[in-house]
């Protein structure tokens, strides 16, 4: 991966319909695309694991987008039922406000755009990238629910990386009958040793690589 000059973060507020959710943008000089952040289950933008896979996107070139999905009053009440963060379809809509918010920016406007999803976030950013063929380029999905996202697996377009622990085993399951139904490029790398959160020592370090590479090749080709 090349390395380039550490962007500076800007805070930023993405209009998703009636509600304006907080976010952190940074594109390095001369990035090559644009990667935006769907966390899974009752994270956030602040979340050390998708910051540090941030941090060594931003290295490799490319821009980074992470916000949050839920309002700071849905984040309240999903803390008291979990029920907001398993809402698949809300979840897409916030990231397809997203595709739509970054694509109108001056400095993103030129950008190819990538979606990285962890958990439930992977399976909005699926429903996402078939809801916006035209904008998303590529997927990456880290210890993902994509069988989450079954009704839309075969219109996803976007060549799909799914990333999983080897000892993440049901997941490893879910995503290996995912593959069957997607009719994308798509490819399976299993990181040895690991288990959903990749807390292992060097796991995270290799998701981030296999994403960061993924990106760059696949945001650089053609259509």
């Known amino acids: 991966m090349k390395s380039v000059n550490e962007a500076v973060e800007e ?7 009636n509600l304006l959710l907080d976010g952190n943008l940074a594109i390095p000089r001369e990035a090559t695309g644009v990667v935006l952040f769907a966390h899974g289950s009752g994270s956030s933008r602040h979340s050390p694991r998708n ?33 907001l963060r398993f809402d698949i379809a809300l979840l897409a809509t916030r990231l397809v406000h ?29 429903v996402a990238a078939a809801r916006r063929p035209s904008i998303v380029r590529a997927v990456v999905s880290r210890g ?10 075969e219109s996803v377009q976007a060549p ?4 999983v622990g080897e000892n993440d085993e049901e997941v490893l399951k879910l995503n290996r009958q995912a593959q069957e139904a997607m009719r994308c490029l798509n490819k399976l790398e299993i990181v ?3 288990t959903h959160l ?26």
């Open 11 to 17: 805070e930023v507020r993405v209009q998703a319909g």
């Open 51 to 83: 910051r540090a896979v941030a941090a060594a996107f931003r290295q490799a070139g490319l821009g980074t987008l992470l916000f949050d999905l839920l309002s700071a009053e849905e984040e309240a009440m999903d803390a008291q039922t979990t029920l």
């Open 98 to 126: 997203a595709l739509d918010w970054i694509v109108k920016r001056a400095d993103a406007r030129n950008l190819r755009v990538g979606l990285f999803g962890a958990s439930t976030g992977a399976a909005a950013a699926l």
């Open 144 to 153: 993902g629910r994509p069988d989450l996202a079954r009704g839309a697996l």
């Open 160 to 163: 799909t990386l799914l990333i």
């Open 192 to 194: 040895p040793g690991a």
């Open 198 to 223: 990749f807390e292992e020592r060097g796991a995270l370090e290799k998701v981030a690589q296999l994403a960061a590479d993924w990106f760059v090749q696949k945001l650089e080709e053609k259509k």
